[in-house]
């Protein structure tokens, strides 16, 4: 039974932060890291000690983890950045909040002696015999170790402690990831023996100067030698376990939201039978519209459930080729139950839920295409814009003009200008898009059109039909997208408040110009009014351009079942990377990288000098990938490094090695080509994450460049959008969980409902009248419908109980590492 683990945060804001510049300020940003890897990095908050960030993340971590750290830094132009304080989550501490954590925590003093990671490979044997009794220990190995020298490297040795016995291994100097093959011997007296207490191990960074460094710890009881006389293998190193000061407050607090999801996922053939309801919910749809299993999902769903529920459905819909079906069961429904033209769509049902998520899914990169050009150009000028009187601050307008200060009015104009100007632009590129526009969408809206005339054909609600479509496609897609562009992945950083402002002006206009006009004047903000004729200028192009965007034969677009979000001849992703020369003499770090255009689909990697796709100068197969990993710092003495391995059909190796910009980009570029792989089945366990230089790897100095990895992989590790690869079991279960939160609902209301008398009889004989024969068909169809889902439910939870029993049984004995 295969597990899944998903951990959702949130930083949200710090507060009372301690000043570390001379200015009496600090430039706080913070460092994300899991298992001591670093995931992510927030943008810098300049000035400020109460900082606001709202950045999220959510990351897939199959083969689990120990515990979650963000550590606020302050950013320095010269010199190291200062660290401020850290906050450690453990996940047991993160998996006991049911609903999630969502708290201020302070911040606590780093201890180094806290600061360890890696693990430790060695055997542990009790000896007993007429000659001699003692404790045996085989040091073989060691990996991930943490850095402790300025090198990016340590000098670790290791000891063994029990009583008033110890031993120590040799000193592997700069390395991460030592081999000792070393076997030492405690000798131990019989009383001994009956002792209790623990087998300590300790790995240590050798300095010549100073004291030395600590590295972790494994504490083995040695009632578990009596036992197991041989134990070996691999144990997580441990910290000291000093108790953490969080300083009474005095280094700030962070506003952190997280929340772990972890799931046991069955084989493929338990869920088909839930697969099987959900397809049939809309293939053949319930007479009674109330008794599918859609419309229970919906009744169970809470509000702050619903957006996972509807981006689950919209992958389990993709997967079976049968998206479209799905939102216009949803659309129809909503349709049919609003009777105000203006209330449609205006909730969070699950049906606009849905739409825009799937939105989301399969127009990503139609959004990128068309935005982005616009949004970067807004970032770079970083114009002062403003249109409220109220908010206009005529010390930050000196740019505007070179004869001084300018007046408010002045600022006003310049400020419809180039308003005007961004927003021609942005319309001029949606409506010019028609072609860009995946097929799949512009079905779904073509459907979406067709429901919505049919419910309200008057002449007066003519613009209805243009106002569905547009609702979704400017109001929930395109302007939160221009509002906040590193939440669609089209800006690496959030905005700075002039630019922000900007793109908050820019999106109320887009969201009128999706209203069609219809609403300007009738708001509080008047101030917006200079914009208007524009905005009213764009409707007809609009109007042009959703009937062209729904002029499309549905027949045409094929739905076939697909593993992946994105086509193969799609571009995931791309841009400028730094890539190693590996041919001819080495040469300096600084210089062996050059830069190069990178693509990404499903099928290949590609580079070439330029971005101009028909000058491509090598690519690498997908399905020969077999390791997407970070690198070493001191491999190159460069940060932010990546290696893709990949192995062609004669079993040969071949290395690139690409540098990023920052440890964001590298972490997206890692999922990213993580994700178009995930199915190879040539994926290796382990790699050497430093490089074969001077006749050694840098990473574990082996001589031998054909030796096993000296690290484990981690290429089930990615961050979670909306390129996620479908898994319709993960997904199914998603499903089955909020079904079972709701199950005592579903009961309550269809199987254990009271009946009225006339239902009664209806149910027991056919001799009532039409009205009662009616209402007690439409409750058995009712219970029917639920019993069956809720059987289905059943049949889950009962294999799960199972699997997890025998897990229990056959494997729970096995695990050694903490």
Same mark, same amino acid.
């Given at each position: ?26 430039? !706080?940003? /913070?460092?994300?890291? &899991? ?7 927030? #943008? ?38 200062? &660290?401020? *304080? ?22 606590? $003093? ?22 001699? @009794? ?11 170790? #943490?850095? $402790? ?71 083995? !009881? ?41 799931? $046991?996922?069955? !084989? ?47 992958? @389990?819909?993709?997967?079976? *080729? ?7 069961? %949803? ?105 860009? /526009? ?54 690496? =950083? ?21 209203? %069609? ?21 764009? &409707? ?74 028909? =000058? ?43 540098? /990023? ?122 219970? #029917? ?13 009962? #294999? ?13 004995? %096995?695990?050694?590492? !903490?």
């Amino acid at each position: 039974m295969a597990k899944n683990t998903s951990l959702y945060f949130r930083i949200v804001e710090g507060r009372s932060l301690p000043a570390k510049d001379v200015s009496g300020t600090s430039d !706080p940003y /913070c460092i994300v890291k &899991v298992d001591n890897e670093v995931v992510a990095r927030t #943008a810098t908050v300049w000035k400020n000690l109460n900082p606001f960030w709202g950045e999220e993340y959510t990351l897939h971590l199959p083969t689990g983890f120990h515990s979650l750290s963000f550590y606020v830094m302050d950013e320095d132009t010269i010199g190291h950045d200062d &660290v401020i *304080g850290k906050i450690l989550l453990s996940k047991d501490a993160i998996g006991a909040q049911a609903k999630g954590l969502d708290n201020w925590l302070n911040l606590t $003093r780093v201890d180094p002696d806290e600061e360890v990671q890696g693990e430790i490979h060695l055997g542990l044997e009790l000896l007993r015999d007429a000659k001699r @009794i003692g404790l045996r220990c085989h040091f073989i190995e060691a990996r991930d170790l #943490a850095p $402790r020298d300025i090198s990016g490297t340590s000098d670790p040795f290791a000891r063994i402690l029990f009583n008033n016995h110890s031993a120590e291994t040799s000193i592997i100097k700069k390395t991460r990831y030592p081999h000792w093959s070393e076997t030492l011997e405690l000798e131990l007296e019989a009383w001994e023996l009956t002792e209790g207490g623990n087998v300590t191990v300790e790995v240590w960074d050798w300095d010549m100067v100073g004291k030395n460094d600590f590295l972790g710890k494994v504490k083995i !009881p040695f009632a578990c030698l009596h036992k197991t006389p041989v134990l070996q293998g691999w144990f997580r190193l441990l910290p000291l376990g000093n108790h953490e000061d969080d300083a009474g407050g005095k280094l700030g607090a962070l506003r952190l939201k997280v929340r772990l999801v972890e799931d $046991r996922i069955l !084989p493929s053939m338990f869920y088909q039978p839930l697969i099987d309801l959900l397809v049939e919910s809309v293939i053949s749809p319930a007479e009674v519209e109330d008794s599918s299993p859609l419309t229970m999902l919906e009744e169970v769903t809470t509000v702050e459930s619903r957006q996972d529920v509807a981006m689950t459905l919209v992958k @389990i819909y993709l997967g079976q *080729g049968l998206v479209v079906p799905f939102l216009d069961y %949803l659309s129809t429904r909503e349709v049919n139950h609003t009777s105000d033209p203006n209330t449609l769509f205006r909730s969070n049902s699950l049906s606009s839920k849905a739409m825009e998520q799937f939105m989301k899914a399969v127009g990503m990169l139609y959004l990128h295409e068309v935005l982005k050009p616009i949004i970067n150009r807004i970032f770079e000028e970083k114009k002062y814009i403003e249109l409220d009187p109220c908010k206009i601050d005529l010390n930050r307008t000196r740019r505007i003009s070179f004869k001084g200060a300018a007046s408010e009015a002045e600022v006003r104009e310049s400020s419809v200008e180039m308003l005007q100007g961004y927003l021609s632009s942005v319309v001029e590129s949606i409506v010019g898009s028609v072609a860009q /526009c995946p097929p799949v969408m512009r079905v779904a809206f073509k459907q979406l059109h067709k429901r919505v005339e049919e419910q309200f054909p008057e002449p007066e609600n003519e613009d209805v039909k243009y106002l569905a479509i547009s609702g979704f496609f400017f109001l929930r897609f395109f302007a939160p997208a221009i509002l906040t562009p590193k939440l669609f992945h089209l800006r690496d =950083q959030h905005a700075d408040t002039r630019t922000s402002r900007t793109l908050l002006l820019l999106a109320k206009a887009v969201q009128s110009v999706g209203n %069609l006009g219809l609403q300007l004047g009738h708001g509080k903000e008047l101030w917006m009014e200079p914009l208007h004729p524009i905005i009213l200028c764009s &409707v007809a192009s609009v109007k042009d351009f959703l009937d062209k965007l729904i002029d499309i034969d549905q027949d045409s677009v094929s739905e076939v079942p697909q593993r992946a979000v994105f086509l193969p001849s799609v571009t995931v992703k791309e841009g400028y990377l730094q890539k190693h020369k590996a041919e001819g003499p080495q040469l300096l770090s600084r210089f062996a990288f050059k830069k190069r255009y990178f693509w990404l689909s499903s099928e290949t990697l590609s580079y070439a000098k330029t971005l101009d796709l028909w =000058q491509v100068s090598s690519s690498i197969p997908i399905q020969c990938v077999c390791v997407v990993e970070r690198v070493d710092e001191n491999a190159f003495q460069q940060q932010h490094v990546m290696q893709v391995v990949a192995q062609d059909n004669d079993g040969q190796i071949h290395t690139i090695y690409i540098q /990023c910009k920052n440890v964001n980009e590298l972490n997206q570029w890692l999922s990213a080509i993580r994700k178009a792989s995930i199915y190879n089945e040539r994926m290796l366990p382990c790699f050497h994450p430093g490089a074969y230089r001077s006749g050694k790897w840098t990473c574990c100095l082996q001589a031998n460049r054909a030796t096993l990895g000296c690290s484990r992989t981690h290429s089930a590790v990615t961050l979670g959008d909306w390129s996620d690869p479908l898994d319709p079991d993960a997904e199914t279960q998603t499903i089955y969980k909020q079904l079972l939160q709701g199950r005592d609902k579903l009961r309550k209301q269809y199987l254990e409902a009271e009946t009225t008398p006339e239902e009664e009889k209806s149910l027991n004989s056919g001799l009532l009248t039409d009205g009662a024969d009616s209402s007690g068909q439409l409750l058995k169809h009712r219970q #029917a419908a639920a019993a069956r889902l809720l059987g289905v439910v059943l049949d889950l939870e009962q #294999a799960h109980a199972t699997f997890q029993q025998r897990e229990r049984e056959e494997g729970g004995s %096995l695990i050694l590492t !903490p």
